[in-house]
């Protein structure tokens, strides 16, 4: 039922979006933000890609850079609507990392003293998207911001929750260090908001080689900064029907691996002693 109601939105936006002439895309005369919009995604998704990026290319702000990294196996494999958006504000850069991580952490490693959003690769992103985050970001330049979080949740004596009772934000949760931003709604990453471990492939591919959410919010906690749930948020991203039959967050959730990799990260960086400052 979900996705029979999901349809007639993703299709009439799809079009709207491929109805605009790639020269409009590519000249865009506003005034860039401040911000590099960083993305990863997987072969299955690759012929769709390219509705994603000019939702990305047709927001009211757009960002200075927009860079997609992919696995080098897609090297030479890519459709032409996905190519031919290329241009000085869109880069299509290849990893030989085979796990999402990608998304951020060459972009770290590529625009240390930039804000770095990350967004998902299955999402048509709302025209006011990227200038509302940025705003958000205005008022709290130290923060990484979310427009969708969740509260990591504690029993009495201190131990994490499973994942799935994590859900949702609490307004009346004191402790913002207990703060997890969601990745589909975008994330935006202030210069040096991680710590300088979170580039480290070996260990998050050991820690964390199926939710670099967690992985990022373990950094964070690290580096001692805290995570904001947006106060205002544009309306919900569009899903493109066809794209979401491999999801790794459904995957994570419903076996609980996601409980099994906090516990990881729990014990790796004594996560409990920095949320709870005991």
Same mark, same amino acid.
């Given at each position: ?22 020269s ?35 927001? $009211? ?11 080098? #196996?897609l090297? +030479?494999? /890519? *459709?032409?609507? @996905? ?48 200038r ?9 330049p130290? $923060? ?11 029993? #009495?004596?201190? +131990?994490? /929750? *499973?994942?799935? @009772? ?13 703060t ?58 569009i ?8 999801? @790794? ?30």
């Amino acid at each position: 039922m979900k996705v029979v109601k999901e349809l007639g939105p993703s299709l009439f936006h799809s079009l709207r979006l491929l109805l605009v002439p790639t020269s409009r895309l590519l000249n865009s005369k506003n005034e860039p933000l401040p911000v590099v919009v960083s993305l990863t995604s997987i072969p299955s998704r690759i012929k769709t890609l390219h509705i994603v990026i000019r939702s990305l290319l047709m927001q $009211d702000r757009t960002p200075k850079k927009i860079v997609l990294w992919l696995n080098n #196996d897609l090297r +030479n494999k /890519l *459709p032409h609507n @996905l190519v031919s958006l290329q241009s000085a504000f869109f880069e299509i850069c290849f990893s030989d990392l085979t796990s999402s991580h990608r998304k951020l952490i060459h972009s770290i490693e590529k625009y240390p003293n930039e804000v770095i959003v990350t967004c998902d690769d299955d999402m048509i992103y709302r025209k006011n998207w990227l200038r509302l985050l940025y705003e958000e970001h205005l008022k709290n330049p130290k $923060d990484i911001i979310g427009n969708c979080t969740i509260t990591i949740k504690h029993d #009495d004596v201190g +131990n994490p /929750l *499973p994942y799935k @009772l994590w859900r949702y934000p609490d307004e009346n949760e004191p402790n913002l260090r207990a703060t997890v931003a969601i990745g589909a709604w975008g994330i935006l990453y202030p210069p040096n908001s991680l710590s300088k471990q979170a580039i480290d492939s070996d260990l998050f591919m050991r820690l964390t080689p199926t939710a670099d959410d967690l992985w990022f919010k373990a950094m964070a906690l690290v580096n001692g900064t805290i995570t904001s749930q947006a106060e205002t948020t544009p309306k919900e991203p569009i899903p493109i029907i066809g794209s979401q039959k491999v999801a @790794l967050k459904k995957d994570n959730i419903t076996q609980e691996k996601n409980t099994v990799i906090w516990e990881e990260l729990n014990n790796h960086f004594n996560l409990n002693q920095i949320i709870l400052g005991k």
